[in-house]
């Protein structure tokens, strides 16, 4: 079992920054690849980003491309999603997630793909 642990959310105004955090626990040994989905009242839940277990391969959602920025310290256990240029749309809890995997360069924009999920955090843009 893998636990993660989400923060850094809050309150931005718009074009502001935020930098959300997710640390990992339990079985972190072996490949793993990480994700960021959110949620917004009355919508789905949106893949946001994703990253392979090396970092070196990312995907982004169509509509965080350019403004968001999702990274990964393996030593520490921890992805982090960099917010920039937020709009009020961005408003939405933000969950991280993760999978274990055979091979390093794995990585999924597909909910359905992890296994693990944190308790999410809020991010609220206001105008």
């Known amino acids: 079992q893998v636990q993660l642990v989400e923060s850094g959310g809050g309150v931005v105004q718009t074009g502001g920054s935020l930098r959300l955090s997710c640390v990992a626990s339990g079985r972190t040994s072996g490949y793993y690849f990480m994700g960021w989905f959110r949620q917004a009242p009355g919508k789905e839940r949106e893949f946001v980003a994703a990253?392979?277990?090396?970092?070196?391969?990312?995907q982004y959602g169509d509509s965080v491309k350019g403004r968001f920025t999702i990274s990964k310290d393996n030593a520490k256990n921890t992805a982090y999603l960099h917010m920039d240029s937020l709009k009020s749309e961005d408003t939405a809890v933000y969950y991280c997630a993760a999978k274990s995997t055979l091979f390093e360069f794995t990585i999924s924009a597909s909910w359905n793909a992890y296994d693990f999920w944190g308790q999410g955090t809020q991010v609220t843009v206001s105008s």
């Open positions: 990253i392979n277990w090396s970092g070196r391969t990312t």
